[in-house]
């Protein structure tokens, strides 16, 4: 092999990968019940103000390229707008949700009514997870939260549903109770075998949870505390464009560094429930259209 150049690398000239997602209008968001300690009902919540900021989440996607796929709202399920919690989606297959707690159970019958509705084949499962909100996908692998939703069990199961190899992460802090508040994958395509950038709050994770990351992602972006505090981490990347929270300053500064391209978005009412840009957003790979 020719000699290797070990000139300082430019940065990255990064490339938009078009993406499909579900996303769900917050018509009936509201904070009625606690499952996660941002959640207080005794606050009052601004659901316009909420279908407003969400508004601009979907105006902006289609915007840059994006498809967006819409699920009908349903009265009673205020949490449905975090679509990233209703199933996991590869080549066409679809893992079904089963929620841990009673007050998202209703949402399961309507995901999988949408995903089956709409060309997909659904896997129902045996084990409680919460979906992309603890399954994501980078390069090869599953990333795979547990500690607060997502059961050990049903790593297992994800595992041989897409017969892919998962990495568990083990998460410590309440405050990200799901993957996809805790680390964000910013390459959703990359060539065969080869690996994605990552950010992630390290502090969110056990030590032999960090151990892995680090030796998997050496040159992963670490996120400081402040901007994972402000829900940084809950973000969305089609490889170019990175949607974040406007308040993570620390972690805008680090997409650019690394050639991305921030797009702020502000969710701040959606933040009452505990949930993000990333949350409201599930990733759809494969269907019908
Ligand atoms: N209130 C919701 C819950 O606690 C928020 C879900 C946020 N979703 C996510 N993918 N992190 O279940």
Redesign the pocket.
């Known amino acids: 092999m020719s000699q290797m150049s070990v000139a300082a690398a430019p940065t990255a000239e990064r490339t938009q990968h078009p993406r499909r997602y579900l996303m769900c209008r917050p018509d009936h968001f509201t904070v009625s019940y606690s ?2 300690p941002w ?1 207080e009902p005794a606050n009052p919540t601004d659901t316009a103000l909420a279908v407003q900021q969400w508004q601009r989440l979907h105006d902006t996607y289609l915007e840059l390229g994006h498809e967006v796929e819409l699920i009908d709202p349903v009265a009673g399920l205020p ?1 449905m707008v ?1 679509t ?2 209703g199933g996991f989606a590869i080549d066409g297959r679809f893992y079904a949700p089963r929620f841990r ?1 009673e007050e ?1 159970k209703g949402e399961e019958p309507a995901f999988i009514d949408w995903a089956r509705g709409h060309g997909f084949e659904v896997v129902l499962p045996q084990f409680t997870n ?1 979906g ?2 603890d399954f994501l996908l980078a390069g090869d692998v599953i990333l795979a939260g547990r500690g607060f ?1 997502s059961s050990d069990d049903s790593h297992r199961e994800v595992a041989r549903v897409f017969d892919r190899e998962v990495v568990s992460l083990t998460l410590v802090d309440p405050r990200f ?2 993957l ?2 805790a680390l964000s994958v910013l390459d959703p395509v990359v060539a065969e075998g080869q690996t994605p950038t990552v950010a992630y709050l390290p502090d969110a994770f056990d030590e032999a949870s960090r151990a892995e990351l680090e030796r998997r992602f050496p040159d992963a972006i670490r996120v400081a505390d402040a901007d994972g505090a402000v829900f940084g981490l ?1 973000s969305a990347s089609d490889g170019k464009n990175v949607f974040i929270s406007p308040r993570a300053t620390g972690f805008e500064a680090q997409l650019r560094e690394r050639g991305y391209n921030p797009v702020l978005i502000d969710l701040s009412e959606l933040l009452l ?3 993000g840009i ?2 409201c957003t599930l990733e759809l790979r494969g269907g019908a259209r």
């Open positions: 499952i996660n959640m949490d975090y990233a919690n707690f998202r919460e992309e909100g939703r109770y799901h996809d508040t809950n429930g505990g949930g990333k949350c």
